[in-house]
Protein backbone atom coordinates (compact mmCIF):
# COMPACT_ATOMS: atom_id res chain seq x y z
CA UNK A 1 0.00 0.00 0.00
CA UNK A 2 1.69 3.16 -0.90
CA UNK A 3 1.97 5.65 1.91
CA UNK A 4 3.17 9.60 1.46
CA UNK A 5 6.22 8.98 4.49
CA UNK A 6 9.51 10.56 3.62
CA UNK A 7 11.33 8.21 0.97
CA UNK A 8 8.62 7.12 -1.02
CA UNK A 9 9.11 7.33 -4.54
CA UNK A 10 5.10 7.63 -5.54
CA UNK A 11 4.33 11.44 -6.07
CA UNK A 12 1.36 12.14 -3.71
CA UNK A 13 -2.26 11.27 -5.32
CA UNK A 14 -4.33 14.27 -7.18
CA UNK A 15 -6.12 16.23 -4.95
CA UNK A 16 -9.42 17.07 -5.90
CA UNK A 17 -11.07 20.12 -5.46
CA UNK A 18 -10.49 23.92 -4.13
CA UNK A 19 -8.66 24.58 -1.13
CA UNK A 20 -9.75 26.89 1.71
CA UNK A 21 -7.94 29.64 0.25
CA UNK A 22 -8.70 29.58 -3.38
CA UNK A 23 -12.58 29.93 -2.12
CA UNK A 24 -11.47 32.62 0.31
CA UNK A 25 -9.61 34.72 -2.14
CA UNK A 26 -13.08 34.07 -5.00
CA UNK A 27 -15.44 34.96 -2.68
CA UNK A 28 -13.41 37.81 -1.77
CA UNK A 29 -13.10 39.08 -5.65
CA UNK A 30 -17.30 38.77 -5.74
CA UNK A 31 -17.70 40.91 -2.83
CA UNK A 32 -15.48 43.40 -3.96
CA UNK A 33 -17.26 43.23 -8.25
CA UNK A 34 -20.62 43.45 -5.80
CA UNK A 35 -19.41 46.52 -3.79
CA UNK A 36 -18.30 48.38 -6.63
CA UNK A 37 -22.15 47.74 -8.84
CA UNK A 38 -23.71 48.75 -5.83
CA UNK A 39 -21.60 51.90 -5.62
CA UNK A 40 -21.78 53.08 -9.30
CA UNK A 41 -25.42 52.39 -9.59
CA UNK A 42 -26.89 54.20 -6.03
CA UNK A 43 -28.28 57.83 -6.38
CA UNK A 44 -28.98 57.73 -9.76
CA UNK A 45 -32.60 59.76 -9.34
CA UNK A 46 -30.63 62.27 -7.25
CA UNK A 47 -27.60 62.44 -9.68
CA UNK A 48 -29.96 62.98 -13.09
CA UNK A 49 -31.83 65.65 -11.40
CA UNK A 50 -28.37 67.40 -10.53
CA UNK A 51 -27.64 66.87 -14.21
CA UNK A 52 -30.43 68.72 -15.57
CA UNK A 53 -30.65 71.50 -12.82
CA UNK A 54 -26.86 72.40 -13.82
CA UNK A 55 -28.16 72.14 -17.55
CA UNK A 56 -30.75 74.31 -16.99
CA UNK A 57 -28.79 76.47 -15.45
CA UNK A 58 -26.46 77.00 -18.46
CA UNK A 59 -29.10 77.21 -20.73
CA UNK A 60 -30.50 80.15 -18.63
CA UNK A 61 -27.38 82.03 -18.75
CA UNK A 62 -27.25 81.47 -22.52
CA UNK A 63 -31.06 82.82 -23.01
CA UNK A 64 -30.29 85.58 -20.94
CA UNK A 65 -26.68 86.45 -22.62
CA UNK A 66 -29.04 86.20 -26.44
CA UNK A 67 -31.69 88.24 -24.74
CA UNK A 68 -28.94 90.96 -24.35
CA UNK A 69 -27.78 90.73 -27.65
CA UNK A 70 -30.53 90.63 -29.54
CA UNK A 71 -32.08 93.63 -27.36
CA UNK A 72 -35.34 91.18 -26.95
CA UNK A 73 -36.86 89.55 -23.53
CA UNK A 74 -36.75 85.67 -23.62
CA UNK A 75 -38.88 83.60 -21.27
CA UNK A 76 -37.98 80.28 -20.40
CA UNK A 77 -41.54 78.37 -18.83
CA UNK A 78 -42.52 75.20 -18.36
CA UNK A 79 -44.76 73.46 -20.72
CA UNK A 80 -46.94 70.30 -19.48
CA UNK A 81 -48.72 68.22 -22.52
CA UNK A 82 -51.31 65.80 -20.96
CA UNK A 83 -50.88 63.97 -24.60
CA UNK A 84 -47.31 63.43 -23.42
CA UNK A 85 -46.47 62.76 -19.30
CA UNK A 86 -42.85 63.83 -20.35
CA UNK A 87 -42.88 67.85 -19.26
CA UNK A 88 -40.52 70.13 -21.46
CA UNK A 89 -39.62 73.67 -21.43
CA UNK A 90 -39.40 76.31 -23.84
CA UNK A 91 -37.18 79.21 -24.22
CA UNK A 92 -39.69 82.18 -25.72
CA UNK A 93 -38.60 85.05 -27.78
CA UNK A 94 -35.30 83.39 -29.12
CA UNK A 95 -35.07 82.91 -32.88
CA UNK A 96 -35.00 79.55 -34.73
CA UNK A 97 -33.44 76.60 -33.76
CA UNK A 98 -33.46 78.50 -29.88
CA UNK A 99 -32.09 75.86 -27.46
CA UNK A 100 -33.15 72.36 -26.41
CA UNK A 101 -36.35 71.98 -24.78
CA UNK A 102 -36.32 68.35 -23.25
CA UNK A 103 -35.11 67.12 -20.42
CA UNK A 104 -32.04 64.93 -19.98
CA UNK A 105 -33.97 62.49 -17.94
CA UNK A 106 -37.51 62.06 -18.29
CA UNK A 107 -38.37 62.13 -14.59
CA UNK A 108 -37.28 65.39 -13.77
CA UNK A 109 -40.14 68.15 -13.62
CA UNK A 110 -40.59 71.87 -12.27
CA UNK A 111 -42.87 73.29 -10.84
CA UNK A 112 -46.04 73.74 -12.99
CA UNK A 113 -46.44 77.15 -14.42
CA UNK A 114 -42.68 78.02 -13.84
CA UNK A 115 -41.53 81.17 -15.65
CA UNK A 116 -38.78 83.03 -15.70
CA UNK A 117 -37.97 86.52 -17.56
CA UNK A 118 -34.19 87.00 -19.05
CA UNK A 119 -33.50 90.10 -20.04
CA UNK A 120 -33.12 92.04 -22.11
CA UNK A 121 -31.12 94.75 -19.31
CA UNK A 122 -28.13 93.52 -17.83
CA UNK A 123 -30.00 93.14 -14.67
CA UNK A 124 -33.00 91.16 -13.97
CA UNK A 125 -35.28 90.54 -10.90
CA UNK A 126 -34.43 87.63 -8.44
CA UNK A 127 -35.02 84.20 -9.87
CA UNK A 128 -35.70 80.65 -8.71
CA UNK A 129 -37.25 77.49 -10.35
CA UNK A 130 -37.60 74.29 -8.36
CA UNK A 131 -36.89 71.43 -9.82
CA UNK A 132 -37.74 67.61 -8.50
CA UNK A 133 -38.04 63.68 -9.62
CA UNK A 134 -41.56 62.60 -10.92
CA UNK A 135 -41.69 59.78 -7.86
CA UNK A 136 -40.88 62.26 -5.34
CA UNK A 137 -43.34 65.24 -4.12
CA UNK A 138 -41.35 68.53 -4.46
CA UNK A 139 -41.06 69.37 -0.31
CA UNK A 140 -39.21 65.98 -0.12
CA UNK A 141 -35.84 66.48 1.60
CA UNK A 142 -33.14 65.91 -1.00
CA UNK A 143 -34.96 65.44 -3.88
CA UNK A 144 -35.61 69.29 -5.22
CA UNK A 145 -33.03 71.44 -6.08
CA UNK A 146 -33.26 75.16 -6.82
CA UNK A 147 -31.51 76.84 -10.01
CA UNK A 148 -31.25 80.46 -8.53
CA UNK A 149 -30.32 83.98 -9.57
CA UNK A 150 -30.20 87.58 -7.35
CA UNK A 151 -30.65 88.98 -10.57
CA UNK A 152 -26.74 89.95 -10.95
CA UNK A 153 -24.96 86.94 -10.82
CA UNK A 154 -25.24 83.73 -12.81
CA UNK A 155 -27.96 81.07 -11.79
CA UNK A 156 -26.64 78.67 -9.88
CA UNK A 157 -27.61 75.68 -8.44
CA UNK A 158 -28.64 75.03 -4.45
CA UNK A 159 -30.66 73.22 -2.16
CA UNK A 160 -32.53 75.58 -0.87
CA UNK A 161 -34.37 78.53 -2.42
CA UNK A 162 -33.05 81.41 -0.33
CA UNK A 163 -29.46 83.62 -2.01
CA UNK A 164 -26.52 82.21 -0.55
CA UNK A 165 -24.28 85.16 0.48
CA UNK A 166 -21.33 85.29 -2.38
Known sequence: MPTSAAGSKRPFALSLGFTL???????????????????SLRDSAQSA???DAERLAVLLETGRAQARANGLPVVWRTQDNSANPVQSFVFEGL???GLPQNWLADTTRAAPGSAITLGPEPLIAPQAVALSTAQSAPQSPGQTLWVVTDGLRPFKVQNTREQTPP
Open 49 to 51: LQR
Open 95 to 97: PPP
Open 21 to 39: LELLVVVALIAVATAGVSL
